[in-house]
């Protein structure tokens, strides 16, 4: 389907399945990756666990920054969580299966795919893993407990993952803004 290099692209003999040392090196670097997100947030979300929950609410920076617990049945901003039981288990875990499934296929895909894209689907699954790690252990809810405000701006309850989703979200938006002014670029050039 895709040519793992220019001689699988340009030799009929070489099978395009066949497996290269920069695949495996990009599978390779992509599982590190992934590894090191989740083990900072599964981390930070148990020290939140053992921390906040006898302490209610930590601020800092004259409120500023807010820690405190607090479980999410729901998605972003607690979207979801006036669904039924299965209702959200269907959606916030076997669709999410599916999604972070077909964003690891393609971030091993040997094509040419942006490096800037390849990043924002990478924080996606990074963000993606942890908050669905959290719904299997945690009986469908997810640990939230970093809020932030400057002035009038106050953010809902956040972990990591939700960083890593959100960032992850900001760069696949630019890369295919990128793609479009670069292919309207060419049609006129």
């Known amino acids: 389907m895709f040519p793992l290099n220019s001689t699988a692209a340009a030799s009929p003999s070489v099978q395009p399945t066949t497996p290269t040392l920069r695949t495996f090196r990009r599978v390779g670097v992509v599982g590190v990756i992934l590894l090191l997100g989740l083990v900072v947030d599964q981390g930070t979300k148990l ?21 405190q617990l607090a479980r999410n049945p729901g ?20 669709f999410n299966i599916g999604l972070l499934g077909s964003i690891a296929w393609f971030l091993c895909v040997p094509a040419m795919v942006p490096r800037m894209l390849r990043i924002g ?35 809902g309850i956040f972990n990591f993952a939700d960083v890593a989703i959100t960032a992850g979200i900001a760069i696949v938006i630019a890369q295919a803004i990128v793609g479009v002014v670069q292919a309207h670029r060419s049609e006129f050039a």
Do not use: C, K
């Open 47 to 67: 020290w939140a666990l053992d921390q906040l929950q006898p302490h209610g609410v930590l601020r800092f920076g004259e409120d500023t920054v807010r820690l």
């Open 75 to 94: 998605g972003f901003w607690g979207a979801g969580e006036n669904l039924s039981v299965s209702a959200r288990y269907g959606l916030f875990v076997v």
């Open 121 to 155: 689907l990478g924080l996606l699954l990074i963000g993606g893993i942890g908050n669905l790690l959290d719904r299997l252990v945690h009986r469908g809810e997810v640990i939230d407990f970093l809020s932030m405000r400057l002035g009038a701006f106050q953010t």
